[in-house]
């Protein structure tokens, strides 16, 4: 599946992207998702996209360190999952 993003990455407080609408851990592993877990946050996406719409609030691009720190969290939570 594609990926819904639309080269817009600002992330607001809650670390969502206000272009594509996923949380910055469901960006970093995106490829590594199942069709189901894509189309899963998509509709998660839809619901996101209204509340964020409705509600602005300040935005920031997605910093290097944030990235690394979302990667290094999803693989502790899957790590953690395995044990």
Do not use: F
């Not at 819904?4 to 992330?11: D, E, I």
């Not at 719409?53 to 502790?76: F, M, V």
Request: proline share 2%.
């Amino acid at each position: 599946m594609d990926s819904p993003c639309v080269a817009c990455c600002k992330l607001n407080n809650e670390k969502i992207c206000t272009g594509c609408y996923r949380h910055i851990e469901e960006i970093v592993d995106w490829n590594k998702r199942t069709d189901a877990q894509q189309l899963q946050i998509l509709q998660l996406c839809a619901t996101r996209r209204q509340d964020i719409d409705a509600h602005s609030s300040p935005t920031s691009a997605i910093t290097s360190a944030e990235w690394q720190s979302a990667k290094q969290a999803l693989a502790l939570k899957k790590q953690s999952q395995l044990s």
